[in-house]
């Protein structure tokens, strides 16, 4: 059995871009919306019914994981629509979301994502290597533990600060699960923290929105699946913002799995972090 740290040396990025060159051509063969609203008449690990696509897409990085375990790298999978799978290394966890915003890509708005996260342990502290492909607007983001975040080979500035309104609040916040139940529950708090709101429908994408500062934070009104937030997360880190899962302790305790855990919010202070933490969820 080769080491964790072998593992977790392997040409992750490789891994991704290839697997985001297969899924463009699974929708390039798929155009339309009624061709991405086929279901398979399953239910994924996640609890979401499974689109074609959904399942072409895993398939496609399931073949680049499976040729890496093939030349001596062993790992544990957990993704969106398989669950967990044994590759021979429990060290090591990948954790794949082959489509975040299936509603979007089947409706052919504009931001979809495959995210895939790289960890040495069970939680979202443990998460070493995150990548996000964005096919709205071809956007990829990546990052390493300790080492930064990038954004189309172009390295974020953890520096950037939040920009605020007269009144004190953030200029823009990024909410997900935008159901309008969720939205109407949690108003009076949203309206004195954010100037404006807005709702991609990922939630990877969302965390990479406010890794480079052009969201001043998100929040998921209710409990997110770690297979959403776990390459997004580690992103938004190293683009020099804060993540927590409010109820886990410590704040990035939250496990990597398939279950809707906590939520995630995300701010780039102290100060919006702690205010964003206390709209209801």
Not at 129 to 134: E, L
Request: net charge negative; with cysteine.
């Amino acid at each position: 059995m080769t080491s964790t740290r072998s593992a977790l040396d392997a040409d992750w990025l490789g891994v991704c871009r290839r697997a985001v060159a297969g899924l463009e051509e699974i929708l390039s063969e798929a155009p339309s919306t009624q061709e991405r609203a086929q279901e398979t008449g399953t239910r994924g690990s996640g609890g979401d019914r499974t689109l074609v696509i959904d399942r072409a897409a895993e398939t496609v990085v399931f073949e680049e994981l499976e040729a890496l375990h093939q030349i001596g790298h062993g790992f544990r999978v957990v993704s969106e629509e398989r669950g967990e799978v044994d590759y021979g290394d429990s060290g090591v966890v990948v954790i794949i979301d082959p489509i975040d915003g299936s509603l979007n890509a089947k409706r052919r708005i504009s931001h979809y994502a495959i995210s895939i996260a790289v960890a040495d342990g069970p939680t979202m502290a443990d998460v070493a290597f995150g990548y996000v492909y964005d096919f709205g607007p071809r956007e990829e983001w990546s990052a390493r533990r300790g080492e930064g975040a990038w954004c189309n080979g172009v390295r974020l500035d953890p520096a950037l600060p939040e920009r605020r309104d007269p009144e004190g609040r953030i200029e823009v916040l990024g909410i997900e699960a935008a159901d309008p139940r969720l939205v109407a529950r949690s108003i009076d708090e949203l309206e004195s923290s954010a100037y404006r709101l807005r709702a991609l429908g990922t939630i990877a994408s969302t965390l990479c929105q406010v890794a480079a500062a052009r969201f001043d934070g998100m929040v998921s009104l209710r409990r997110a699946r770690g297979v959403d937030s776990a390459a997004g997360q580690l992103i938004a880190r190293e683009g020099g913002a804060l993540v927590a899962f409010p109820g886990c302790d410590p704040p990035l305790s939250a496990p990597l799995d398939v279950a809707p855990r906590a939520p995630v919010i995300a701010a780039r202070s102290p100060e919006t972090l702690e205010r964003l933490a206390r709209i209801p969820k």
